[in-house]
């Protein structure tokens, strides 16, 4: 068994893009002082915070949430709340629900649960079945991504949170990226840059990826060293209908080959975002329907209620 490079004790993990090899303790710093490398660099934080973790009940939503709330007590400044969105998907939601009451509970974090059957007025399996009977071109994931976001930031700013942490890692950044550019979706990628939502409207929360430089596998890890990785491990039954699955299996064969080819993506992401921020700057109005921040006259989440037959307005 290979060896810590810092002490004797038996490694963990040796990731093979640094050439080194770290024991439970010593991963746990390195790991900590990592994401706290990435605060100072992209100034996530200031000093007096009400930061709120969109928390799934998964295992990266999970490491945020105790990974911030450990920093917390070095930062009297700040208040750290959990927002939990329930999409309402049978046999998966459910389970991961008990996880994230087990952590919040253990951590004694403030929280709060905000279903899609209670704001939308159907859980995720019934809007995916409406949309297939109407003969709507959507995959679930797109009723979920537009009602997930709509109603994490209602909500973080409802709670009086003055920043929204998603635990997206460095997979899920460049799985997104490369999503984008085969989909021509250029206009997209400034939206993947670390922190999103500066005062682009004073309804939208301030949005930060936590976990922006960090490969998906050492969130795994710091979860499951901390006790915080969930009881029970189910997939979403609807994420085989995304392309990510795809993109993903090929972005982790090219790691396997060439280490550190997740980061080269990253490094070029972020010389985009910086080239194409000015040229696709949204400026956010406000949906005259629910008045909530939207990039036309009508946000993303009245339109797609619209075409479901849920939404009644005469324009
Ligand atoms: Fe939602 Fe798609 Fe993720 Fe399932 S895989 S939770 S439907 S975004
Ligand atoms: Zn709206």
Known sequence: MAKCSLCDRDAVYCPRYEGRCYCREHFVKWFEGKVRKTIRKFSFFGKEEHIVVATSGGKDSLAALYFLHKLSRRVPGWKISALLIDEGIKGYRDEAIKDFLRVVERLGVDYKIVSFKEEIGYSLDELVQMGYERGLPYKPCTYCGVFRRYLLN???????????????NLDDVVQTFLLDLYRGDVKKIPRLGPVTG???HPKFVRRVKLFYEVPEKEVTIYALLNDVYPSTFVECPYARFSPRWQIRSFINRMEELYPGSKYSLLKSLL???????????ERPRTCKICGEPSSGEICRACQLKMELGILDVKL
């Open 198 to 200: 500066v005062s682009s």
């Open 154 to 168: 209602k909500h973080a700013r409802e709670l009086g949170g003055t920043v929204l942490v998603t635990a997206h």
């Open 271 to 281: 010389a985009l975002v910086d080239a194409l921020k000015e040229k696709y700057r």
